[in-house]
C-alpha cells in the first residue's frame, strides 16, 4: 500500500503503517509540510498514494474537486484513542486494496470505519 501521510498524522501511526509492510512517504520528507491541502492532494495523486490525514477539510475538497483525490483516510483519533482506531485502520487496509481505497473517502474512527465512494470505478 502506497500512502503519503499529511503533517497532523502521530508519528507512531507513521511508524504502525511501516510495520505493517506499507510504503510511507510523509509530507515533511517531500517538504510539503507548508503546502496547502490542494497542494497535498495534487502531490498524491501525481506519486499515486493514498493520503492519511487527520485535518477534516480534506473532505469538503475532495468533494467538491473529487478529481484531485487518490483516496483520503481521515483518522478520527486522539491520544486516548490511538489503539483503537490503529486496530480499525489495519482492518481497513486488510479488507481493501489499495486500488479500491483510491476511489473512496474513508473515516477511521475508534470502535468503525466508515467509507464513501469519490467516483465511479472504472471496469
Avoid at 478520527?76 to 490511538?82: D, Y
Avoid at 481493501?96 to 481505497?101: I, M, Q, T, V
Amino acid at each position: 500500500m502506497r500512502i503519503l501521510t499529511d503533517q497532523d498524522v502521530y508519528k507512531v501511526t507513521v511508524d504502525k503503517l511501516r510495520e505493517w509492510g506499507c510504503d510511507v512517504v510523509t509530507v515533511k520528507e517531500i517538504g510539503l509540510e507548508r503546502a496547502s491541502d490542494e497542494e497535498i492532494l495534487i502531490k498524491a495523486k501525481k506519486m499515486g498514494r493514498v493520503l492519511v490525514t487527520r485535518d477534516k477539510d480534506f473532505g469538503a475538497l475532495v468533494f467538491l474537486r473529487k478529481e484531485l483525490s487518490t483516496g483520503v483516510i481521515l483518522l478520527r483519533i486522539t491520544p486516548v484513542t490511538v489503539e483503537d482506531v490503529h486496530m480499525n485502520l489495519r482492518h481497513l487496509l486488510q479488507e481493501h486494496a489499495e486500488e479500491e481505497l483510491k476511489h473512496l473517502f474513508c473515516v477511521v474512527e475508534p470502535y468503525r470505519y466508515r467509507i464513501r465512494h469519490l467516483k465511479q470505478h472504472e471496469d
